[in-house]
């Protein structure tokens, strides 16, 4: 198993920014992806950023330019930066990450975390 624990959200003002940050733990080995998607009250779960192990990233495209997924695998974490938020960006946050084990992938959740932007 895995556990992911993530910090940093909270309440900030348009324009402002946030950091979020993800540990993971437990079996840790073969962990590939990492990532964050979000989900705002009425709508579905989406993809917010990911970062391979090797470092390729890709990003929804509502967060380009403003948001940076960042990973050091020394330490299993994995960061996001907000920079430039908008009220728009006011989702629960959520902490992925990918395992292969043999030739299956499994997928681990974080609890979420808030993020409010406000107007």
């Known amino acids: 198993q895995v556990q992911l624990v993530e910090s940093g959200g909270g309440l900030v003002q348009a324009g402002g920014s946030l950091r979020l940050s993800c540990a993971a733990s437990?079996?840790?080995?073969?962990?590939?992806?990492m990532g964050w998607y979000r989900q705002a009250p009425g709508k579905q779960r989406e993809l917010v950023a990911r970062?391979?192990?090797?470092?390729?990233?890709n990003y929804a495209d509502s967060v380009k330019g403003r948001f940076t997924i960042s990973r050091d695998n020394a330490k299993n974490t994995v960061y996001l930066q907000m920079n430039s938020l908008k009220p728009e960006d006011t989702a629960v946050y959520y902490c992925?990450?990918?395992?292969?084990?043999?030739?299956?992938?499994?997928?681990?959740w974080g609890q979420g975390t808030q993020v409010t932007v406000s107007s």
């Open positions: 437990g079996t840790i080995s073969s962990i590939n992806d």
């Open positions: 992925n990450c990918k395992r292969l084990v043999g030739l299956l992938w499994y997928d681990y």
């Open positions: 970062i391979t192990s090797g470092g390729i990233t």
